[in-house]
């Protein structure tokens, strides 16, 4: 188990790059060169500064706006989507929908009458020491042959301690720059939204990845973030 903690989404990046480049291992999954860590667990002292401006990482904020609209919206369909990045034109399934709208998968979609980001809050207001707030991603249905589109997000916990509601990710699989970059927002949001519906604090956000890789376009990229100390104006 690899551990890097930080208070910033920038000193994260930053830690991730150095520990990629000095300890990474290439494989090539589905023949895709990539740089990469196993068990990688991550931990943001301060998820409220979730959203990466490093000038190495050039974050595109227009995409990262239009993700988390889309994702509000629990749209499955790409058409919108698609307007601002065509990476999901390539992993769309035939219908034109996919399955990694976290939105649709936390907020939208009812199980025994209830969403799972209701089922997190009523537990916890129910019971201060719940184990049980929990958010799956990945489901069972996801599991199918020809499916171009299988959820990396295992699940996302969330727990009250000392005051404090704290929350844990699971990921599979986890690629620092279009994956993570865009992750920490959404996970980290969603930590402050079920705090704020409890009325307590946000204490830390925990992100665990079996596979935390860059991709081998990125590798360039991946050694400026890693010397790369300074935030846009």
Known sequence: MIEI???????????????LLINGKYRSPRGLKTLEIQDAFLILNNPIDNVVTLKSRNLNHDYLKAEMAWYLS?????????????????????????????GF?????????ITQFEWCVKRLQQ?????????????????????KDFVCTISQAFNINNGFVNSTTLMRSNDLIYGLSYDLPWFAGLQKDIADKLNLPIGKYQHYAASLHVYEKHFKMLEEIAKDGTKED
């Open 105 to 113: 998968l936390a907020l939208k979609e009812r199980f025994n009458g």
């Open 5 to 19: 903690k930080s208070d910033s989404a920038n000193e994260l990046f930053i830690k991730i790059a150095n520990e």
């Open 127 to 147: 019971d201060k020491d719940s184990r049980q707030a929990i958010i799956n991603y990945n489901q069972p249905r996801h599991k199918y042959e020809g499916n």
């Open 74 to 102: 629990g749209d499955l369909n790409i058409d919108e989507i698609s307007k601002s990045s065509r990476f999901w034109n390539r992993i769309a399934n035939k219908d034109g929908r996919v399955n990694s709208n976290y």
